[in-house]
């Protein structure tokens, strides 16, 4: 593990990557232990829509609300959604892609086809579709991203559980009479666990633009909560009078999914066995 | 007559910086035109780091060479230091004076491309022909190589042909520029035993034509005996030892060749076979193993509707008995069904039809009784689990939680491998590969079964390792009254281990009986064959018969079912299949 670290920390891009989300996840934890500067529904009525400032370090919105407090109670409300739609796609993906390698046959068509169904549409149409059905929320908002990106983690799981599932080690395994759920847990899951660490994170970076996507289209997070999404949307009438309500949350987008998609680079590098050799 | 190669001082290495690692210490030797070396070594020992400067190929895989001279006389007299050569210079000479031969010809061809494309390519190329002149020099090419029916074959793709074949294609695209200097490395390591005899005759053929001169890399002793005029042995990245072929066999100096010598196994047309186990006793126990009519047939489809057209017959019929304490070699090549038999009785492949029994033993309930040792001891553990882990697992997988006794039975086992008692917190990769096969043995012994069967369990360790192993199997047999089913293409090592041989041809055995009399007295056909291909050292300068005789197809029609097998007794424990008329009708 240590070994692990020092590796991640050895490769920049993994540095900066891993800085950045720490970062992020570090603002999310203090927002929800209410440590923001203001209540961040709190409205300032004579301080509205006021620039930066030393009182307010990123202005105040149209409701004379704090920029910088709302921001950190939507970041941690975007990673809620991101890491928890990730981890059910995560879930169900690899459940699928695994059983649809083991059993193949009937199982596997029926499932691959689903998902090459599902694949067709775009990511954020098919979001869409989901809510239309189920409702808009934070709730519903994660389960139509996990929805969405479920059937990228059955195909990451799938194509290696087949190549694994045809390795000798799995065949003596049959030999020894092992059960099906050991072989599938230590013999595949175990094999696997580098590429869906790389997946994982780079689905994070995809999810948090989805879920900042479906707030801006006022299918997320609900006001007067708060999410990177929703401050968009709320503010993009304004951007002429009060660029900076745009300004941040954008930046705040951005430099997530940036780390985001670092980190995921630097752990394909690293756990990638084919590409070690390149890194050291 | 002036030197074709003559290389001095040549330093190989890998990595730059603090990692650099030097392979090959400053190695000399010289080869005359028309004269063959051959470069014999167990891996790592350099040899194929060697042939891989000579044409220079080494700076694609990451090498340098840092130091020496490789003087190199091309066809018009010009002697080029192949060291300094530039790169233009070297995409020159090779393949029009250096050809190369590679091990694997399936990775070695573009499965995308005829192979007729591809040859024709390598003329087109070399010598600048066009389109149509080209295609003739691949036609000749290809009957040079002694492909039959060359012109059909030219339209073939490479997953067409077999892998005696595609070799005899990479040969042919090797010699497409009459080059001076042919290297082949380990041209036969991934064939059978009898297309490997194949492609030697097919090589020391085309030498006494073309008067190439060839650098033969191995790590078979006994292959080398058949090829070549001198020979050069290799151990960690040095030369121990060079000479004539007569002074390397029977006047070796250094004890490295000694030890290279003594380790590969001799075959001695059955007079080494093992007698410990007395062949009147068989009567009086109950066979550990028991197969009757083992048959395994896979259903073949045609055209795009899947239609059914029949079935693959990979196994047919086959029964045998197997005492305790007693081993039984399965031999036959790939395609036999040997391995096929193996994996049935293991449950791996479904039986069509046939019964084995299982018997255990009188003394104490067995848990398991049957285990496997495969091929490949780096794809037979998982990477990921420790060795602690990996030895629990027949033990969890008979329903048993594993406690003390489970760990100190993986010590005793540890030790009795002979591998340090520290192992049980390691990774596989900490192993070497003799080591894992090892761990594979203790692993399948957890569960103290009563039948071992061992996949080519030795075919893919290095000579001397090789030996140890055998060792180690034999003393476990002799202990734990073990009854092991060995399933090998190797006859020098199935003489060494098998009390009783069965000859496996075409997913039917042909011919069964004790291992002296099967190895002595060869009544089948196809065993002669075998026998006749195995290289050894005590055959030299044997000429290698060329055979165009295919494996006939295993594909019968829907609903056929073979004749009764009929065998003929020759002898005490030795019988064969006799042939009928209308199955070799069937064949050809």
């Known amino acids: 593990m240590s070994r692990f670290l020092t590796r991640l920390l050895g490769h920049s891009s993994g540095r900066i990557g891993g800085v950045i989300v720490l970062a992020y996840i570090l603002i999310a934890l203090a927002a929800q232990a209410g440590l923001t500067p203001y209540d961040p529904l709190q409205q300032f009525r004579i301080d509205r829509l006021q620039g930066p400032s030393m009182a307010h370090w990123m202005g105040t919105d149209m409701f004379g609300r704090d920029v910088l407090s709302r921001l950190m109670i939507g970041i941690g409300q975007s990673f809620l959604v991101a890491f928890s739609s990730v981890g059910i796609a995560a879930l169900i993906g690899t459940l699928l892609g695994l059983t649809a390698a083991w059993f193949g046959h009937l199982w596997d068509g029926l499932v691959m086809r689903l998902m090459d169904v599902l694949l067709a549409f775009p990511a954020i149409l098919l979001a869409l579709l989901f809510i239309a059905v189920v409702g808009p929320g934070t709730f519903t908002s994660i389960l139509a991203i996990a929805f969405v990106y479920a059937p990228i983690f059955t195909r990451v799981v799938r194509g290696p559980a087949l190549s694994l599932k045809a390795r000798d080690f799995v065949d003596a395994a049959r030999t020894f009479g092992s059960s099906t759920s050991y072989i599938l847990t230590r013999h595949l899951m175990l094999n696997l666990v580098a590429p869906l660490t790389v997946q994982v994170t780079l689905a994070l970076a995809w999810s948090l633009l989805t879920e900042s996507g479906l707030s801006f289209l006022g299918l997320g997070t609900q006001p007067p909560g708060s999410s990177l999404g929703l401050m968009l949307s709320d503010s993009v009438n304004l951007m002429e009078m009060a ?22 680079d630097a752990l394909r590098d690293i756990l990638d066995p084919r590409s070690r050799r390149a890194v050291a | 007559m002036s030197r074709l190669l003559s290389v001095r001082g040549l330093t190989v290495g890998f990595g730059r910086g603090d990692t650099a690692k030097t392979v090959v210490h400053g190695i000399d030797f010289d080869l005359s035109p028309g004269e063959t070396l051959a470069i014999v070594g167990e891996s790592g020992s350099g040899k194929s780091v060697t042939a891989l400067s000579i044409n220079r190929l080494i700076d694609d895989g990451g090498g340098r060479i840092l130091g020496g001279r490789m003087e190199f006389t091309t066809a018009r007299g010009e002697v080029v230091d192949l060291v300094s050569a530039t790169d233009r210079r070297m995409e020159k000479i090779r393949g029009s004076e250096i050809g190369m031969i590679f091990q694997e010809p399936m990775t070695s061809l573009n499965p995308v491309m005829t192979i007729g494309r591809q040859i024709e390519e390598t003329f087109r190329l070399q010598q600048g022909l066009g389109h149509a002149a080209a295609r003739l020099e691949a036609l000749n090419a290809l009957e040079r190589v002694r492909i039959a029916d060359a012109e059909r074959r030219l339209g073939y793709y490479p997953h067409q042909l077999s892998g005696g074949m595609l070799q005899r294609v ?3 695209m090797a010699l497409a520029a009459n080059p001076r200097l042919l290297i082949a490395d380990e041209p036969t390591t991934a064939l059978d035993v009898s297309v490997q005899a194949q492609i030697m005759a097919l090589l020391a053929e085309l030498r006494r034509e073309t008067g190439t001169g060839m650098i033969f890399i191995t790590h078979d002793m006994g292959l080398v005996a058949g090829i070549a005029d001198r020979v050069m042995v290799m151990n960690g990245g040095r030369v121990v030892e060079q000479g004539t072929l007569d002074d390397i066999f029977d006047r ?13 196994p001799h075959f001695s047309h059955g007079r080494h076979v093992r007698r410990d186990v007395s062949p009147g006793g068989r009567a009086l126990v109950r066979p550990a193993l028991k197969v009757e009519g083992l048959t395994v047939r896979f259903p073949a489809t045609t055209g795009l509707l899947r239609r059914p057209a029949g079935a693959i017959h990979a196994v047919e019929g086959v029964g045998f008995e197997l005492m305790p304490g007693e081993t039984l070699a399965i031999v036959g090549e790939s395609g036999s069904g040997k391995s096929t038999t193996a994996r049935a009785l293991l449950g791996l492949v479904k039986a069509s039809r046939g019964s084995f029994s299982l018997h255990a033993g009188d003394e104490i309930p067995r848990r398991k009784p049957i285990q496997m040792v495969f091929q490949n001891p780096y794809a037979s553990l998982n990477p990921r689990l420790d060795v602690e882990s990996l030895l629990a697992e027949p033990v969890l997988a008979g329903g048993v939680r594993p406690d003390g006794d489970t760990r100190k039975r993986m010590m005793s086992l540890l030790e009795r491998v002979g591998l340090p008692s520290d192992s049980l917190r390691r990774y596989p990769h900490e192993f070497s590969g003799g080591q894992r096969q090892r761990l594979c043995i203790a692993r399948a012994l957890m569960v103290d079964p009563s039948v071992l069967v061992l996949d080519e369990a030795v075919s893919a360790l290095d000579v001397s390792v090789q030996a140890r192993v055998l060792d180690l199997l034999i003393d476990l047999q002799n202990d734990l ?21 069965a000859v496996l041809y075409a997913g039917q055995i042909v011919e069964i009986g004790r291992a002296d009399a099967v190895l002595s007295n060869p009544r089948h056909d196809y065993t002669r064959r075998l026998i006749a291909a195995v ?14 005789e295919a494996v006939p197809s295993l594909l019968r029609p829907r609903g056929y079912e073979p004749p009764e097998a009929v065998w003929a007794v020759c002898g005490e424990d030795h019988q064969v299949l006799v042939e009928q008329r209308a199955m070799m009708g069937e064949a050809r």
């Open chain 1, 243 to 264: 660029p900076w309500l745009l300004v941040f949350p954008g930046l705040a987008i951005m430099l997530g999914i940036l780390g985001f998609n670092l980190l995921g």
């Open chain 2, 170 to 172: 990479m040969i042919a």
């Open chain 2, 252 to 264: 070796p100096q250094h004890p490295y060749t000694r030890h290279l010598l003594q380790a590969v």
């Open chain 2, 481 to 501: 009254k073990l009854a092991y089913l060995f399933v090998s293409h190797d006859m020098a090592v199935v003489e060494r281990i098998a009390h009783r041989i």
């Open chain 2, 535 to 548: 290289p050894t050292t005590d055959r030299r300068r044997d000429v290698f018969r060329l055979q165009t």
